[in-house]
């Protein structure tokens, strides 16, 4: 009995490896920098975005380059300014065409770099993390990988906001689908945006 048995346990432990490196090479492959193709991507609109939210959920609405650059105005004369929320700044800050994309992988973790100054860290495991925010409140932050799909997500549940990227190859593998869907209160907005590798770069 016991000889049977050993076969088995070596082959249920040797899955999760397998997976784990399945996940792993996966992942690699998103590894580098990316150049945006601005004429097949979308853009988006001006006019007024979100740059907070009120205990109700209702969101303040500020010029678009203000969500942009992260200017908080100041107070009107006597009375306070807009409700703004750092962590509705940061999360809109997101929604935007970015020249380029820089992603690492290690493991079970990528890191999402639009500048810079600004790089997101996603735990490539499927399950949702919450994280609590020094001005109050909480962001949830979940990643997946469904095929040869990257889906990053992150959400504010007390503003009823919502990002997804959805991160593909293209058919030769050194072109990148980036697909946006942010959801508020409202209708859903699809976004599509097409990178390719860096000079210099290949596949990993």
């Known amino acids: 009995m016991r000889s049977r048995l050993a076969p088995l346990a070596l082959l249920l ?3 999760p490896l397998s997976a784990q ?3 792993a090479t996966t992942l690699n492959g998103f590894a580098g920098t990316w150049l945006n193709d601005a004429a097949r991507s979308d853009s988006f609109p001006g006019g007024r975005y979100p740059g907070g939210c009120h205990a109700s959920g209702k969101l303040t609405l500020v010029p678009r380059d203000l969500v942009r650059q992260g200017n908080f105005p100041p107070p009107g004369a006597g009375r306070a300014g807009p409700i703004l929320d750092p962590k509705v700044i940061a999360f809109m800050d997101e ?3 970015f020249a380029r994309i820089t992603i690492d992988a290690e493991d079970s973790v990528v890191v999402i770099s639009n500048s810079p100054k600004y790089a997101t860290r996603w735990r490539v495991d499927g399950r949702r993390h919450q994280e609590a925010q020094m001005e109050g409140g909480l962001v949830e932050f979940e990643a997946s990988l469904k095929g040869e799909t990257l889906i990053v ?3 504010i549940p007390e503003c009823h906001l919502g990002l997804r990227r959805e991160f593909r190859f293209g058919v030769d593998g050194n072109s990148l689908e980036v697909q946006m869907t942010i ?3 409202g ?3 699809k976004k599509r945006f097409f990178y390719s590798r860096g000079t210099g770069e290949t596949m990993p």
């Open 13 to 15: 432990a040797a899955a």
């Open 21 to 23: 490196t399945a996940l």
């Open 187 to 189: 209708p859903k907005t």
């Open 183 to 185: 959801s508020s209160v």
């Open 95 to 97: 929604i935007r065409l």
């Open 153 to 155: 997500e992150r959400r």
